[in-house]
């Protein structure tokens, strides 16, 4: 179930990324019948699959794995369910057909809904197909409806944050508050906006997932009295314990959310308290303090916040180094895809492969470690954990599931319990433990750190224009090699190497634009200054300096070719004629008064010497 999450993740990731590709005018009608006609093969698919695999139970019952085949084959589906939401949004541009609709121009985030809302369709075609089969690995009978149900509606809150911030930034543009929304623009205010929103989620959001989810307080009795006790015990303050009806009650789980104890809730299905003993019940509240009390809610946090700030710094940088993975785009060329379109697709796969392998490997692996921790946390009112162990045992076994079903999120079932017998025999392996998730957690803390020092630095800090001048090198030399004609290219690169201080090859390339263009105004005139005004005196030459001045004047009097003539007459020591070229500058100019004017004073300091 939590992969249904990260499915969720990457269609929204999708879905946000189509903004980058070009509205397309004119869109072809048929496009609509393509997604409509490919969406009903899908349907067709899940179910041809689904009814394999129930023929293939019926003819062999007794198969252990046949639980992971169903977990597989959704999976399956559910990514290519991600594939076809990808095709209608980048390929059949379903979005454009909404453009010009003026509520979703004004709330954006609706029409970022109603596409979620087709990839929540293809998921409920899969769990539709899936229910007759899946329905016999609950510990009770489940309807299809509480089935789907409680599939969608534990997926939503990952959503939320997301929602939240989308929403607050529609409700903000509509403001009539220009310096509010010219402050949100700025990197300071974005960084503050999503921080004051993630901490609102974090602490407000279980009290909105509870209602989603559908929660109810557990009635008063002996189990809501055990439980108390428990967490009285443990001294662990919380809002309330709540009956959950994950799949009709049907399925044995519990769980806790909340940073802060009004607004923290403990949740247990009824197949879990109906399963297990008073011991077990106690062993697995136990387990879910541990996650609060090792303050796995805050790391969690953490990684999510990790992620999102690293995303914001890198995003820029990685969107100009994709324009230099110059064999992608021959492949894109090579199946009639042209560069333009081309970009935004590989932004787009760049941002879904760093989520996945982020979320997936780095955020697997730290839950799975804190999942054990929060396992190891039962030593801590308990001699032994065997109260904790012979319920991984009822909730494999109530389950059908495999002893080493393999879990992304969670150590199998077998590896948990065979952990904690190890820890009967070695204690020291519990400290081990222990030491081992703060080692980690300081180490992913140093690492980000690092990594948004860095991307900051390259995106907008000390290292920006270094960053800038490399991409712009190597992006102005592949379109020259491609093109080597182009003077308007030569003259982007006299300009790249005069920024750099790389007085001789940009009088190079200035020269080689004039060659090809010899009333090029931009390098005659960049030319001339160069040569009238370079701090490194081997490389002036009044004479061509003023050549070029003149040639370029003849073309076009304006403000900016003025002061370069100027500057040329006043490097030839012409200081009356330098004056009337800055003077008539100034007359011209409608912005850069004060630089034209300081131009003058400075000629005509000279005159009165």
Known sequence: MFSNLLYFLVALVIYTTSELLKNTQGLDKTLLLNAFLISVAFIGVCQLIFRRLLRFAAERPSYENLDHLIQKRISCLSVSALILFAVNIYGFKLPHFFSGIRFFEVLPTFKAILFLGLYLLYLVVIWNAAYPIQNRYFAGSVSKKDYILSNISFSLPALLPWFCLSMAADLLNLLPWPPLNDFLKTPAGEIGFIVFFLVAIAVFGPFFIKRIWNCKPLAPGYTRSRIESICKKAGMTYSDILKWELFGGNMMTAGVMGFIGRFRYLLVTPALMNALSDEELDAVMVHEIGHIQKYHMIFYLLLFAGFMACNYVFFEPAMLLLYLVEPAYKMFAWIGVERATAHPIMISISLIGAFILYFRFIFG???????????????????????????????????????????????????????????????????????????????????????????????????????????????????????????????????????????????????????????????????????????????????????????????????????????????????????EAALEALNQSEEKKEYYEGQLKRFRKTQSR
């Open 365 to 579: 692996f730290f839950m799975r470690n804190f999942e054990r921790e929060a396992d190891l946390h039962v030593y801590q009112f308990t001699k032994d954990a065997s109260s904790l162990i012979s319920t991984f045992h009822k909730i494999a076994s109530y389950s059908r599931q495999a002893m080493d079903k393999p879990n992304w999120h969670h150590f199998s079932i077998g590896q948990r319990i065979n952990f904690l017998e190890r820890c009967e025999k070695d204690p020291s392996l519990i400290r081990s433990h222990h030491s081992k998730v703060r080692k980690m957690m300081a180490a992913y803390l140093i690492g980000i750190v690092f990594l948004f020092s860095a991307g900051y630095s390259i995106s907008s800090g000390a290292a920006k224009e270094r960053f800038d001048n490399f991409i712009a090198e190597r992006i102005l030399f592949r379109h020259l090699e491609v093109d080597p004609s182009n003077s308007d290219l030569y003259t982007l690169v006299g300009d790249y190497y005069y920024g750099q201080s790389n007085y001789e090859r940009a009088i190079d390339s200035y020269e080689n634009v004039l060659r090809i263009d010899p009333l090029n105004i931009h390098a005659l005139n960049n030319l001339s200054w160069l040569f009238s005004t370079c701090p490194e005196e081997v490389y002036r030459n009044s004479k061509k300096a003023l050549e070029y001045a003149e040639r370029a004047l003849r073309r076009q009097r304006e403000a900016f070719i003025l002061d370069t003539y100027a500057e040329a007459l006043f490097a030839n020591n012409n200081i009356n004629g330098a004056i």
